[in-house]
């Protein structure tokens, strides 16, 4: 099981980007997925999560401007990012909960870091 992460990049504050992250090897099942980032010097943080059923939780400083989706039949998860400000600088790491197979336990898998760069 791997997830890849892609879409960040640099943006002018008040810009958009979306962000896509995909799990590959076909597990049994995928629970939650979602987003966290990390700036420099500071701790990782939830973005935004959503369970297999759609439900969805966001960071208070990204509600009203990020929107995750989920497409269950690719093992995908988006994030929309828009109104960005220069303080969502940071690498974001997108995460899912798997379960491989019948017998495995749901482990947490991570994608490699984008860095989302918004300038100011």
């Known amino acids: 099981v791997q997830l890849q992460a892609f879409g960040g990049g640099l943006v002018q504050a008040g810009g958009s980007l979306r962000l896509s992250c995909a799990v590959s090897g076909r597990p049994l099942r995928v629970d939650g997925m979602g987003w966290y980032r990390q700036a420099p010097g500071k701790e990782r943080e939830l973005v935004a999560g959503?369970?297999?059923?759609?439900?969805?939780n966001y960071a208070d400083s990204v509600k009203g401007r990020f929107t995750i989706s989920r497409d269950n039949s690719k093992n995908a998860v988006d994030l929309q990012m828009n109104n960005l400000r220069p303080e969502d600088t940071a690498a974001y790491y997108c995460?899912?909960?798997?379960?491989?197979?019948?017998?495995?336990?749901?482990?947490?898998?991570w994608g490699q870091g984008t860095q989302v760069t918004v300038s100011s």
């Open positions: 959503v369970n297999d059923a759609g439900s969805a």
């Open positions: 995460y899912a909960d798997v379960k491989r197979h019948e017998f495995a336990a749901v482990t947490d898998y």
